[in-house]
């Protein structure tokens, strides 16, 4: 917590600091542009500097929650509601860059028509309940499996992702898209061949087959929110600033945390949490600091995810998500002992080089967008000069 308030402190001070120097020309360029002019105020050096800060955190952050849920239930957790619930609960963590930073700075095109406080909310209480339902697949799939299947069948979200944006976001299809996409599927597709080597102990077939196909919606849900929110931010909201991507966030999280309380009492396990503290293997302040920490560790995980929201695009903020999912399962053997048997051995660079394809196709298409935008802001200071 901590080091994610440095770090916001650390961003906007960077941002608002640069933003005065260059504001004349950065409204120039953005009006030539029709784009936000966050990215027009920082310099080439600062850009790549809180890009890979907010790697950092989306990295550190998802994979810490993975490994803390991973723990909950290894250690007598059971609730899958309240594993779900510390996935959105601490939202208000996302109110300090807010309280920070300042709105009126950012670029705003009197011309567009904001939609309506009734249409905001329904999207909004939409988008939520759909969080609430995605985390709930999350959590039971990281019940039923190993945390090293459970990390390289979620990194099927990035062919989930191609998909979904070429439908919703206009997102053109190229040769190392496509091979992402098979490659990434024949990985889940591996994992599923060798279920039965994979299970972990005390789990049946049924159980394992439930936790598979869980985490399988739950990555197709999490791709399809992606895109979902960026067609919201490009038809209805038409502006992508960091404020309303926060708000966005925010909002949504708060929805998804009501209906999680809401599910926590109407199943019942509420009654049992008391019981669940006491019988927990680490003791009851463990428990406690387990799902604080897990908490804590989703919302760093959405600073981060938000940020390369702002600074890139959901799809790099996705593809750089699926970064850390081949990664977890080393510390899932380290820490849980999983066992990494050859068909895992398999998935795990399969899942590598589809994310290293698309991860190429993304700095190639940034390249080309970004040497386009270069020559417009010098044909025009050429014009004007």
């Not at 600091?17 to 966050?38: M, T, Y």
């Not at 899958?80 to 807010?98: D, E, N, R």
């Not at 996409?181 to 439930?210: C, D, F, H, W």
Request: net charge neutral; glycine share 6%.
């Amino acid at each position: 917590m901590f080091m994610g308030t440095n770090y916001l402190f650390f961003f906007f001070f960077l941002n608002l600091q640069h933003e005065e120097s260059q504001e004349s020309n950065s409204r120039r360029n953005a009006a030539l542009l029709d784009r936000p002019n966050h990215i027009g105020v920082l310099v080439h050096w600062k850009w790549w500097l809180l890009v890979a800060l907010n790697v950092f955190f989306l990295l550190a952050g998802q994979s810490i929650a993975t490994l803390l849920g991973r723990f909950y239930y290894d250690q007598g957790g059971k609730s899958k509601w309240m594993a779900t619930l510390v996935q959105s609960v601490a939202f208000p963590i996302l109110y300090i860059p807010i309280f920070f930073f300042n709105p009126t700075n950012e670029a705003t095109n009197s011309s567009v028509t904001k939609p309506s406080f009734a249409v905001i909310s329904l999207i909004y209480i939409l988008l939520g309940l759909f969080l609430a339902g995605e985390n709930m697949m999350y959590s039971i799939g990281l019940l039923y499996l190993p945390v090293s299947t459970y990390s390289l069948i979620c990194a099927t979200q990035l062919a989930f992702n191609a998909v979904f944006s070429y439908f919703l976001n206009s997102q053109k299809f190229t040769v190392l898209v496509l091979n992402s996409v098979a490659i990434l599927t024949l990985s889940a597709s591996l994992l599923a061949v060798g279920s039965e080597a994979s299970n972990p102990t005390g789990v049946s077939k049924g159980k394992y087959a439930l936790g598979f196909l869980c985490t399988l919606g739950a990555s197709a849900g999490y791709s399809l929110m992606l895109s979902l929110m960026q067609l919201t931010f490009q038809k209805v909201i038409k502006r992508e600033t960091f404020s309303v991507v926060l708000d966005m966030q925010i909002y949504t999280s708060l929805i998804a945390t009501c209906a999680c309380i809401v599910g926590l009492f109407v199943s019942g396990e509420w009654r049992s949490l008391k019981q669940e503290m006491d019988g927990f293997e680490k003791g009851r302040v463990s428990y406690v600091m387990t799902l604080v920490w897990s908490a804590i560790a989703w919302q760093i995980c959405s600073v981060g995810v938000v940020g390369l929201i702002f600074l890139a695009s959901a799809l790099f903020s996705n593809a750089i998500s699926t970064f850390a999912l081949p990664v977890i399962p080393v510390f899932a053997v380290i820490f849980f002992h999983d066992k990494m048997d050859g068909v895992k051995v398999v998935a795990l660079l399969m899942a590598i080089w589809g994310f290293v394809s698309y991860l190429y196709q993304s700095y190639l298409d940034d390249s080309k967008q970004r040497s386009t935008t270069m020559n417009a802001i010098k044909d025009l200071e050429t014009c004007q000069s």
